[in-house]
């Protein structure tokens, strides 16, 4: 006995208590309840108001996914705008590119080189005849020809 009046008071200076449990216990007891039996009647007005309740409800959510729609298609849109404005910058600074190139290309001095540099030799006169020379009168009927010329190489 003496053993647990020391352990008491040990527990009393650490500042544990024993848990104590004063009372009755508290038991609960299920009771089926059978509604099978009960009716619900309709309340007209009640349906009605949840019927405006209702179309409200789809009004306005109609209304936020048309903004959310429009807001998204102005933001796609100028998305593809800034794609379309950077394709047409790269493609009219290609198609200045290519202008420069066909420029130089078609460079009479260019031609006058590389043809040197081929071993040709400038015309004769008479060895030059135009092709895309249209006659005076282009309503005048003209005269079929073809022209046969045979290359021999030694």
Aim: with cysteine.
């Amino acid at each position: 006995m003496a053993t647990a009046v020391m352990a008491a008071q040990a527990a009393v200076r650490c500042g544990r208590r024993k848990a104590c449990w004063t009372g009755t216990p508290e038991i609960y007891f299920a009771k089926p309840i059978d509604n099978s039996r009960l009716v619900k009647l309709e309340d007209p007005r009640r349906s009605r108001e949840m019927r405006q309740f209702g179309v409200a409800l789809g009004c306005l959510f109609l209304l936020v996914m048309t903004y959310t729609w429009q807001h998204f298609k102005a933001i796609e849109y100028g998305y593809k705008i800034e794609f379309m404005k950077n394709e047409r910058n790269g493609l009219s600074e290609l198609n200045r590119t290519l202008r420069l190139e066909e420029a130089s290309l078609r460079s009479p001095d260019r031609i006058d080189r590389l043809a040197r540099q081929y071993g040709m030799l400038p015309p004769h006169a008479g060895q030059v005849i135009r092709m895309d020379s249209t006659p005076l009168d282009a309503s005048a009927p003209v005269m079929a020809s073809a022209a046969v010329s045979v290359v021999s190489v030694p």
